[in-house]
């Protein structure tokens, strides 16, 4: 068994159930352009910046519309009043409160610009648990590119493979697995078999064991 000296969170999907909403906008915006797009199509954007996911779509858009301003008009139908709700994941905030007690460091590692991570962690009261934030605005290259993990843990000075660290997409686990850490996958947005290079897989936080130790 392993004790963690650290413990990094993905946020969307993994802390929260955001993903209803996400792909709800990315459908939104590619409908909006009669792009087609299908449910296949945007379980491949789970775990991945904006950014990266536009730059391999834009070719299919108006001509005149860049990536940053596509992704302006998909974040303003991510909040738009029609859209699913935003709920912790069952077990995250009694996991995280437990970890903030027992004084382990933590973080959070987004594919989310910071604006976006910061307005959810404060919107299910967690937001001062964490140590350290690393989003897409904090690294050149996003998952499955292991920056952000690494950036994190050099953070806290803590060695990746020290750390724990909790996904739910395929890209996620990748970039977990890159920076030597050790990885449990939630199966809220994708099929077990879409989880297979993660060390573990859980449904959510109430299967996590505590005191926290896992193979």
């Known amino acids: 068994m392993s004790i963690f000296q650290a413990v990094l969170f993905d946020l969307d999907?993994?802390?929260?159930?955001?993903?209803?909403?996400?792909?709800a906008a990315w459908a939104k915006l590619f409908h909006t352009h009669s792009v087609p797009c299908d449910a296949a199509l945007l379980a491949t954007f789970s775990g991945r910046r904006g950014h990266d996911v536009m730059a391999e779509h834009a070719h299919a858009f108006p001509a005149a519309r860049s990536?940053?301003?596509l992704l302006e008009e998909a974040f303003g139908y991510y909040f738009g009043p029609d859209m699913p709700s935003i709920v912790a994941v069952p077990g995250a905030i009694e996991l995280v409160s437990r970890l903030r007690e027992t004084h382990v460091p933590m973080g959070i590692v987004s594919s989310g610009l910071r604006d976006h991570v910061q307005s959810i962690l404060e919107g299910i009261g967690i937001a001062?648990?964490?140590d350290v934030l690393?989003?897409?605005?904090?690294?050149?290259?996003?998952?499955?590119?292991?920056e952000g993990y690494l950036k994190a843990c050099a953070k806290l000075r803590i060695d990746p493979t020290r750390a724990l660290a909790f996904e739910d997409a395929p890209a996620g686990i990748a970039a977990a697995k890159a920076?030597?850490?050790t990885c449990v996958a939630l199966t809220t947005t994708q099929r077990l078999q879409a989880l297979e290079h993660a060390d573990a897989v859980v449904t959510d936080f109430t299967q996590i064991p505590w005191p926290l130790a896992l193979p």
């Open 67 to 69: 990536i940053d301003s």
């Open 179 to 181: 920076a030597g850490m």
């Open 128 to 130: 001062h648990h964490f």
């Open 13 to 23: 999907g993994t802390l929260v159930d955001s993903e209803p909403r996400s792909r």
């Open 134 to 146: 690393v989003t897409s605005d904090d690294v050149q290259h996003g998952k499955p590119s292991p």
